[in-house]
């Protein structure tokens, strides 16, 4: 946060609700949740990127979708909270689970959990973290955001907006979610020929389980 | 609230989700990082919606409508990507990425030890690679 | 139908059959003996209706004009007098004779559809050659006649030796066609007209500027063409092909077609007294050149391809002393009595397994196995050796009558030097020629030995050409040299006595000789028979001579002649024999004068190319290769490798973007 304090010439167009009165040093209590629980969410997060664990990483990435979850409350923005945590926390991590165990993921710490590309990997993140920190802060180190009033992203409010202006959008979206289950399981079906041989077998698990996974 | 702290945390969060696409060498590891990678995504697009619309300058709430939708895609990115790499495990035995490099020159041009600067490849060279492939 | 009607059926009709025999020979067999005889035989009797119209009056000269061809123009003209009259009735007879001894000579062969289609196409072209009035038709004529003996000497391209020969036969023959297409264009351009009574005329009103050079470069083409020195190499190896073949074209017709061509345009050669003498000196050199070298050759076919060039030297001879009528005369019995002796050296060779005359002579009646052979052989060979009455000895006298007459002075038509050349070599070859044909005769039909082979009759189709062939061979000298003169130019053709008894004296001179030598060597042929003797002697004839032409080398080691100590030629020429019997080493003169030269030449471009000019082109290879090669090893088919590096690019560029927007 001290890149903040740089001048910057950003070109980013008048701020609004620049509100001078807010300062950094001064925080409010949920400015103070906020970076408390952002802090937890981040460590959790850089935690699922480097643990050599793979079981524990996918318990850790719930660590961290669930506190970005208390962020969204903190944010005001309710409803996706709640989404958040039903479809992040309860599906993905659960699907996530399945692939790992149906891969044989080695249970405990695996030595090459990391490729080669890791420093790599390691300059590219951390310059563009530097680039992009630098960017936003220079921008926005004065706006302010006014978390009173009504709540932005109550229920009614998300619905109201969702099925007034977004309906087609969301009828779109229900049409890709259902090409994507096909796709999936067109995809986790064995070859034809496979069939054909394999007919004699007991299906592994790893063959005709993925639909009910799915 | 300074709309500061959630967009540096959705950026270190996405730098966090970046580097671990590009450094972990399991597939599912790698679709967990995408994920960290969206929600990112997502909380900068909520924490400028709450922004905007508290700011009367946007009533139709696209952050969030789009925050959801980037949820049902990434449900659905996640259901195909995990059906293509157990479709991998299945064909190659493997789903570690390294190990997949069909598209690499062949071993005649280059050997197994001098691939790419920082890629280099534990013991199993590309031709052992192929015998894998296709058992 | 007119005259001109039907003088221009007389080269279609074999070009037809010529088509038909190519694309029916695969689909119907049946009808490609039709095919090749019976349009040769309707054009030969249109010839001689021709002949019998024009009777050696006005020459017949029809002219069309197809389509304008720039500055000099191009027309299909006729223009038939006496000499492409008679000309044409010796070609389509020869060729009739040749097409029916063929279907005899090659039944078993796999390849004689495609062989007698280009006969056809070849007398077509002769034909075509003898009729046209317009120099550049002659000349298409001309060069279909060069590829059709190409191809026909090649005709047994299995053999190593066919395709060496028919490839030295074309080129040697192009070497001289390329200053005979110059010396065309440089005529055409300086007379303006490609027409022969044009360019005629214009010799006539003296309007040719360079007459020398434009004779000297056309007789390249016909030395080519008639085989004489110094391009006459090509012939002896030519006998490679079929027997027939070398019958038709290699006898007859196309090695006559330089001598024709000479004897249409010889105004124009008598503008030149240097390209007369030349033309004498050329004569002079082939004739007892190629008379010596007949004397040592073993190879019974190029005992009479040698004897071809010189007799061939002979009308030359004519040509240069100024009187056409004896060359075209010595043409014509040439043309009978040279098929003819091929005719029956192919029996022959048929019926003793072998082309070798030192392993005929050790084969005892090899004339009673072929009696027909052996009569008309006798026939012709007294012919050749120019014995009164037979045909040679008129047309013979003929050719030295001109050469004393121009010796003389009696004519204005040519420089008394080329008349003295002409008569002594005329003189010295007659002896030579009676020498080698009594030699040739002696060697194939006086055989002591084992008894010869029997390998059956001949095909009847063979006999009768010989007969057919024998009566001109006996008869058309002495009957024709009245007539002649009226067809030609009107020369007295008649023999007279001095050189009678001098061309008769000296020929059986020759003959006595040989015989003495014969006798005295022929104690030595004891021996056990040599080699050179086909595998399958009761194959078809033309097989029978392949394999005999093909073992000739590995028996003897060489294709011309056999150490053979019963030769009387051997004993005759003494040290000679040696030089002649490879042709007094021209070939290796010509190895070493332009082979030699040619293939360095051909080494050092392929260096250049090889070393100078690829070395550039790798160089420039090279730094693209190396770059590539770096840029090939980013392809690890690691694809986190490439996001890395996409990604990378894109917080740089990123970067740069908001540097550059803020003007930092």
Redesign the interface.
């Known amino acids: 946060?001290t890149l903040?304090a740089t001048a910057?010439?950003?070109?980013a167009g008048p701020t609004?609700?620049a509100a001078a009165s807010?300062g950094?040093l001064s925080p409010?209590g949920?400015?103070i949740a906020?970076?408390l629980v952002?802090l937890v969410?981040?460590g959790a997060?850089?935690v699922?990127?480097t643990t050599r664990q793979?079981v524990h990483?996918?318990l850790w990435?719930v660590v961290?979708?669930g506190g970005?979850a208390v962020?969204?409350l903190?944010?005001?923005?309710e409803?996706?909270a709640w989404?958040?945590v039903l479809?992040?926390v309860g599906?993905?991590v659960v699907?996530?689970l399945?692939?790992?165990m149906?891969?044989?993921?080695p249970i405990g710490r695996s030595p090459?959990?990391?490729?080669?590309?890791?420093?790599?990997?390691?300059?590219?993140?951390?310059?563009?973290?530097a680039?992009?920190?630098w960017?936003?802060?220079d921008a926005?180190?004065t706006?302010?955001?006014?978390?009173d009033?009504p709540v932005?992203?109550s229920t009614a409010?998300?619905g109201a907006?969702?099925f007034q202006?977004?309906v087609l959008?969301?009828e779109a979206?229900s049409v890709?979610?259902l090409?994507?289950?096909v796709?999936?399981i067109v995809?986790?079906r064995?070859a034809k020929a496979d069939r054909a041989t394999d007919t004699g077998r007991p299906t592994t698990p790893?063959?005709s389980d993925?639909g009910g996974?799915? | 609230?300074?709309?500061?702290?959630?967009?540096?945390?959705s950026?270190?969060?996405?730098?966090?989700?970046?580097?671990?696409?590009?450094?972990?060498?399991?597939?599912?590891?790698v679709?967990?990082?995408v994920?960290?990678m969206l929600?990112a995504v997502?909380?900068n697009l909520?924490?400028f919606?709450?922004?905007l619309?508290?700011?009367a300058?946007e009533t139709?709430?696209?952050g969030?409508?789009l925050?959801?939708?980037t949820?049902?895609?990434?449900?659905?990115?996640?259901?195909?990507g995990?059906?293509?790499?157990?479709?991998v495990?299945?064909n190659r035995g493997t789903?570690d990425?390294?190990k997949l490099r069909d598209t690499a020159e062949g071993p005649d041009d280059d050997g197994p030890d001098d691939d790419g600067?920082?890629?280099?490849?534990?013991a199993a060279g590309p031709a052992a690679e192929k015998a894998e492939a296709t058992a | 139908m007119t005259t001109t009607t039907l003088a221009v059926l007389v080269p279609v009709l074999p070009f037809l059959g010529a088509a038909a025999g190519l694309l029916l020979g695969r689909t119907a067999p049946g009808f490609v003996r039709p095919l090749a005889v019976l349009p040769t035989l309707a054009s030969l009797v249109l010839a001689v209706l021709v002949a019998a119209r024009q009777g050696g009056g006005r020459a017949v000269d029809a002219v069309t004009e197809l389509t304008p061809t720039g500055s000099v123009p191009v027309e299909l003209a006729l223009h038939i007098d006496g000499f492409a009259a008679l000309v044409a009735v010796l070609v389509g007879s020869v060729a009739t004779c040749v097409q029916i001894y063929s279907t005899g000579y090659l039944r078993d062969d796999p390849r004689y559809p495609s062989y007698a289609a280009l006969v056809s196409l070849f007398t077509s072209a002769m034909f075509l050659v003898v009729y046209s009035g317009d120099l550049m038709v002659l000349l298409v004529g001309w060069e279909i006649m060069g590829i059709c003996s190409y191809f026909l000497v090649g005709h047994y391209w299995e053999t190593p030796q066919a395709r060496a020969a028919s490839l030295k036969a074309f080129l040697v023959t192009k070497l001289g066609d390329v200053p005979f297409l110059i010396g065309l264009l440089a005529l055409a351009t300086e007379a303006g007209s490609f027409r022969i009574t044009k360019i005629l005329g214009a010799v006539a009103s003296g309007s040719l500027d360079h007459p020398t050079l434009i004779a000297l470069l056309l007789l390249a083409g016909v030395a080519g063409k008639s085989a004489q020195f110094p391009l006459h190499t090509w012939l002896p190896d030519a006998m490679a092909g079929p027997t027939p073949v070398s019958a038709l074209i290699h006898a007859a017709t196309m090695v006559a077609a330089g001598v024709y061509f000479v004897a249409r345009l010889l105004p124009l050669f008598q503008t030149s007294h240097a390209a007369m003498v030349v033309l004498a000196v050329m004569a002079a050199v082939t004739m007892v050149g190629s008379a010596l070298a007949a004397l040592a050759q073993d190879d019974i076919k190029r005992v009479l391809a040698y004897s071809t060039i010189g007799q061939l030297g002979y009308m030359t001879g004519a040509l240069a002393a100024g009187d056409r009528g004896a060359a075209v005369f010595h043409l014509l019995t040439h043309g009978a009595f040279k098929a003819l002796l091929f005719l029956a050296a192919g029996v022959i060779i048929h019926a003793a397994g072998t082309n070798s005359l030192a392993a005929m002579s050790r084969m005892r009646g090899l004339r009673d196995r072929v009696p027909d052979a052996y009569w008309t052989m006798t026939v012709a060979l007294l012919a050749l050796a120019a014995i009164p009455p037979f045909s040679g000895f008129f047309s013979k006298e003929s050719v030295l009558v001109a050469a004393e007459h121009a010796a003389t002075g009696h004519t204005g038509q040519a420089p008394g030097a080329a008349g003295w050349t002409v008569l002594l070599a005329g003189l010295v070859t007659a002896l030579l020629t009676a020498a080698y044909a009594t030699r040739l005769w002696l060697l194939a039909f006086r055989g002591r030995g084992a008894e010869a082979p029997d390998h059956g009759r001949q095909p009847v189709a063979m006999n009768a050409v010989l007969w057919v062939l024998a009566i001109p061979s006996l008869a058309l000298g002495g009957l024709a040299f009245r007539l002649l003169p009226d067809w030609f130019d009107g020369h007295d053709l008649t023999p007279t006595l001095t050189t009678s008894v001098l061309g008769t004296g000296v020929a059986l001179v020759g003959g006595i000789v040989t015989y003495a030598a014969w006798r005295h060597t022929t104690s030595l042929a004891a021996r056990p028979p040599l080699g050179a003797v086909a595998a399958h002697p009761e194959g078809d004839a033309a097989l029978v001579e392949a394999e005999a032409i093909a073992s000739h080398e590995p028996a003897y080691g060489d294709i011309a002649h056999a150490p053979d100590p019963s030769d009387p030629g051997r004993l005759l020429l003494g040290p000679l024999h040696r030089h002649a019997a490879v042709g007094f080493h021209l070939d290796a003169v010509y190895t070493t004068l332009f082979v030699r030269p040619v293939q360095a030449g051909a080494r050092l471009v392929r260096f250049l190319d090889r070393e100078v000019v690829d070395t550039y082109v790798r160089g420039a290879g090279a730094l693209p290769r190396v770059l590539g090669t770096a840029v090939r090893r980013a392809q690890t088919g690691?694809v986190?490798?490439y996001v890395?590096a996409l990604?990378?690019g894109t917080?740089v560029l990123?970067?740069a973007a908001?540097l550059v927007?803020?003007?930092a």
């Open positions: 946060m903040a910057g010439h950003l070109a609004p609700l807010h950094f409010t949920v400015e906020f970076v952002g969410t981040l997060a850089v699922t990127v793979l990483a996918a990435l961290a979708l970005l962020e969204y903190l944010l005001t923005a409803f996706i989404v958040q479809i992040y599906a993905v699907l996530l399945f692939g790992l149906l891969t044989r993921a090459d959990a990391d490729s080669g590309n890791r420093w790599a990997a390691l300059t590219v993140a951390v310059a563009a973290a680039s992009l920190v960017v936003v802060v926005f180190r706006t302010w955001i006014d978390l009033g932005a992203g409010v998300t907006s969702l202006n977004w959008p969301f979206l890709l979610l090409a994507a289950l796709g999936a995809l986790s064995r790893n063959g993925k996974v799915r | 609230m300074h709309l500061a702290y959630p967009a540096v945390l950026v270190l969060l996405f730098c966090t989700g970046l580097y671990g696409v590009l450094a972990r060498r399991n597939a599912i590891l679709l967990m990082s994920e960290l929600n997502n909380l909520v924490a919606d709450v922004w619309s508290k700011a300058e139709l709430h696209s969030q409508a925050t959801l939708f949820i049902a895609i990434a449900a659905a990115e996640i259901g195909i995990l059906a293509i790499v157990l479709a495990h299945r789903s990425i390294d600067p920082g890629t280099g490849t534990p | 690691n986190q490798t890395s990604l990378a917080v990123a970067v908001v927007a803020t003007g």
